[in-house]
């Protein structure tokens, strides 16, 4: 049997004989929700164009679809059944809706909508349509229409639609986010934001021509930006419990998968490399894409971030301040970190509030929340890294951040090396070109000494498998400040950073090292390793002295 990749068209895959993963479950679940408009948001490519694909054929009066459904789920269910081939459904996506300015995003937009008019054409043969509706259809369709037209577009299409059929009509509308967030990228955010906002009101609120309006995007972009009108849309995020299994591969789901192409000796890989995320309350999703490329491939690679656009992500880390790089070094070393996370996230709250990071983070499926407690508008979660997937993606922006500094991995394993071998002129030296390289007087602040040692982690983070970094754990009487561990040889060194105020950098590496020896953070240590190395490091602006027991 054929895999699907990078198909996303329901029929193509049912009448091709690729393999499905039975996800027709969510046509039920929405005829049972009451809510008439609908956002679900979810990673890209986790399945949100073939559901809504899928969702497409069942309800539409086209033809008769039925056949695409025998054997699944949905088929024989009695309350799905009366729905099955009812409706006109106006399907359109904007997943192409990107570009350098508004004009040209603009462009795109407006071919997508004249190219869902053209599905209808026939509508301006119908005797139930007025003249100046047929007018109107036209100016879209040959996209000759005002701006102002093609905000009413979608909203005017479900009217005639309704006109023609006497029927109630079923809106899809796919990534209704990106030109929001190519806005936001490049620069035109309002302008985005103000013409979807106009087009979604018009089509959602209080169109009595719809039987069910549904939305997907990535973002549950902020009420004021978009839906400030829309108090009829019901929101469902990575965080609620409905529809938490349809999108993504479950645990379950994986497996048969593997034993149907078999390969379930393959189980601990694949999940190593693509399991760990957490829909509501659904746990062990795996995210498809790279599962299916898996199988495809036999060998497991960073297939969703290598087609995803990670430049905002990427952007936002290395633009970020000290404090959010030490976080990110702590998640990389498989730490979980605990974060409020606002639920209706805007784009440009990043600019102005550094915590927003978090929520685009997790919408985004670069982390996913562990635990979460939803309190009004926000949740407190535990957020980590799913998989190894993406450790593989935030290792490899730290290693572009200290490329751009002129240093390399290499470098970082040299380093850790003389602290090993307890070479502390060699440390001092190369420590020391780093600090020169790398370290304006200006960053430091009051603040010097976490900034030295998110510094020192960030550095840390490109490591790779070999090494095992932890900070700020509790450890006899306190908290170190870095331990790197060796996976391969039974080997740790411990490191605690001070700043050198008025007292020379001798004399308070000497501090340092003496507060790991009265602290004995060590103790949890020499249950796994044998040999421990302990580093006081004193620094004071771009010079450091080492000292080493």
Same mark, same amino acid.
């Given at each position: 049997?054929?895999?699907?990749?990078?198909?996303?068209?329901?029929?193509?895959?049912?009448?091709?004989?690729?393999?499905?993963?039975?996800?027709?479950? =969510?046509?039920?679940?929405?005829?049972? %929700?009451?809510?008439?408009?609908? =956002?679900?948001?979810?990673?890209?490519?986790?399945?949100?164009?073939?559901?809504?694909?899928?969702?497409?054929?069942?309800?539409?009066?086209? +033809?008769?679809?039925?056949?695409?459904?025998?054997?699944?789920?949905?088929?024989?269910?009695?309350?799905?059944?009366?729905?099955?081939?009812? &409706?006109?459904?106006?399907?359109?996506?904007?997943?192409?809706?990107?570009?350098?300015?508004?004009?040209?995003? *603009?462009?795109?937009? +407006?071919?997508?909508?004249?190219?869902?008019?053209?599905?209808?054409?026939?509508?301006?043969?119908?005797?139930?349509?007025?003249?100046?509706?047929?007018?109107?259809?036209? +100016?879209?369709?040959?996209?000759?229409?005002?701006?102002?037209?093609?905000?009413?577009?979608?909203?005017?299409?479900? &009217?005639?639609?309704?006109?023609?059929?006497?029927?109630?009509?079923?809106?899809?509308?796919?990534?209704?986010?990106?030109?929001?967030?190519?806005?936001?990228?490049?620069?035109?955010?309002?302008?985005?934001?103000?013409?979807?906002?106009?087009?979604?009101?018009?089509?959602?609120?209080?169109?009595?021509?719809?039987?069910?309006?549904?939305?997907?995007?990535? &973002?549950?972009?902020?009420?004021?930006?978009? *839906?400030?009108?829309?108090?009829? =849309?019901?929101?469902?995020?990575?965080?609620? %419990?409905?529809?938490?299994?349809?999108?993504?591969?479950?645990?379950?789901?994986?497996?048969?998968?593997?034993?149907?192409?078999?390969?379930?000796?393959?189980?601990?890989?694949?999940?190593?490399?693509?399991?760990?995320?957490?829909?509501?309350?659904?746990?062990?999703?795996?995210?498809?894409?790279?599962?299916?490329?898996?199988?495809?491939?036999?060998?497991?690679?960073?297939?969703?971030?290598?087609?995803?656009?990670?430049?905002?992500?990427?952007?936002?880390?290395?633009?970020?301040?000290?404090?959010?790089?030490?976080?990110?070094?702590?998640?990389?070393?498989?730490?979980?970190?605990? +974060?409020?996370?606002?639920?209706?996230?805007?784009?440009?709250?990043?600019?102005?509030?550094?915590?927003?990071?978090?929520?685009?983070?997790?919408?985004?499926?670069?982390?996913?929340?562990?635990?979460?407690?939803?309190?009004?508008?926000?949740?407190?979660?535990?957020?980590?890294?799913?998989?190894?997937?993406?450790?593989?993606?935030?290792?490899?922006?730290?290693?572009?951040?200290?490329?751009?500094?002129?240093?390399?991995?290499?470098?970082?394993?040299?380093?850790?090396?003389?602290?090993?071998?307890?070479?502390?002129?060699?440390?001092?030296?190369?420590?020391?070109?780093?600090?020169?390289?790398?370290?304006?007087?200006?960053? =430091?602040?009051?603040?010097?000494?976490?900034?030295?040692?998110?510094?020192?982690?960030?550095?840390?983070?490109?490591?790779?498998?070999?090494?095992?970094?932890?900070?700020?754990?509790?450890?006899?009487?306190?908290?170190?400040?870095?331990?790197?561990?060796?996976?391969?040889?039974?080997?740790?060194?411990?490191?605690?950073?001070?700043?050198?105020?008025?007292?020379?950098?001798?004399?308070?590496?000497?501090?340092?090292?003496?507060?790991?020896?009265?602290?004995?953070?060590?103790?949890?240590?020499?249950?796994?390793?044998?040999?421990?190395?302990?580093?006081?490091?004193?620094?004071?602006?771009?010079?450091?002295?080492?000292?080493?027991?």
């Amino acid at each position: 049997m054929l895999l699907p990749s990078g198909i996303d068209d329901f029929k193509t895959i049912i009448e091709g004989n690729y393999y499905y993963v039975d996800k027709t479950g =969510l046509i039920k679940d929405l005829l049972l %929700d009451g809510a008439n408009a609908i =956002l679900i948001t979810r990673p890209r490519r986790f399945g949100k164009s073939l559901n809504f694909s899928m969702i497409k054929y069942f309800f539409s009066n086209e +033809k008769d679809y039925s056949y695409l459904f025998k054997g699944m789920k949905i088929y024989n269910d009695p309350i799905a059944s009366k729905h099955m081939n009812k &409706y006109p459904v106006i399907h359109i996506t904007f997943k192409d809706a990107k570009a350098n300015s508004w004009e040209d995003t *603009f462009e795109v937009l +407006k071919s997508a909508i004249s190219k869902e008019y053209d599905k209808f054409s026939y509508l301006l043969e119908s005797e139930k349509l007025k003249d100046h509706h047929k007018k109107y259809f036209l +100016k879209i369709l040959q996209k000759e229409a005002e701006p102002a037209d093609y905000r009413e577009s979608l909203s005017n299409l479900s &009217y005639y639609l309704e006109i023609h059929f006497q029927s109630k009509v079923i809106l899809l509308i796919d990534e209704y986010d990106v030109p929001i967030e190519s806005g936001y990228v490049n620069g035109y955010y309002e302008k985005a934001v103000d013409f979807m906002r106009g087009m979604l009101t018009a089509a959602l609120k209080g169109n009595t021509s719809l039987f069910k309006g549904l939305l997907t995007g990535v &973002y549950r972009v902020a009420k004021e930006d978009i *839906f400030s009108g829309l108090n009829n =849309l019901v929101v469902y995020t990575v965080l609620d %419990d409905f529809y938490s299994s349809y999108f993504g591969f479950t645990d379950d789901e994986v497996k048969k998968m593997l034993s149907d192409f078999n390969m379930l000796d393959r189980y601990e890989e694949i999940k190593e490399w693509y399991n760990g995320y957490k829909f509501g309350n659904t746990d062990g999703i795996y995210n498809p894409w790279s599962v299916i490329n898996y199988i495809s491939l036999k060998q497991p690679q960073a297939f969703w971030v290598n087609t995803s656009s990670n430049d905002l992500i990427r952007n936002l880390i290395v633009k970020s301040s000290t404090d959010i790089k030490e976080q990110i070094s702590k998640l990389i070393s498989g730490e979980v970190i605990e +974060k409020d996370i606002k639920i209706s996230t805007a784009l440009r709250d990043i600019t102005y509030d550094k915590e927003a990071i978090w929520s685009l983070f997790l919408f985004a499926g670069y982390l996913t929340a562990q635990e979460k407690s939803i309190k009004g508008l926000k949740a407190y979660c535990k957020l980590l890294i799913p998989n190894r997937e993406l450790k593989e993606l935030y290792v490899d922006i730290f290693e572009t951040w200290l490329k751009s500094m002129n240093l390399e991995p290499n470098s970082v394993e040299r380093l850790i090396e003389h602290l090993f071998s307890q070479d502390e002129k060699a440390f001092e030296k190369e420590f020391n070109e780093i600090l020169i390289k790398v370290l304006s007087y200006h960053m =430091l602040g009051n603040e010097a000494e976490r900034v030295y040692q998110a510094f020192v982690l960030g550095m840390l983070s490109v490591l790779g498998d070999r090494f095992e970094v932890k900070s700020e754990k509790e450890s006899g009487f306190g908290r170190y400040d870095v331990v790197v561990i060796d996976k391969k040889i039974p080997r740790a060194v411990i490191m605690e950073f001070k700043v050198a105020d008025d007292e020379d950098l001798e004399k308070t590496a000497l501090k340092a090292l003496e507060q790991i020896e009265e602290k004995r953070y060590e103790v949890d240590l020499k249950e796994r390793v044998s040999n421990i190395v302990k580093a006081g490091i004193a620094l004071k602006g771009k010079r450091c002295r080492c000292k080493i027991v």
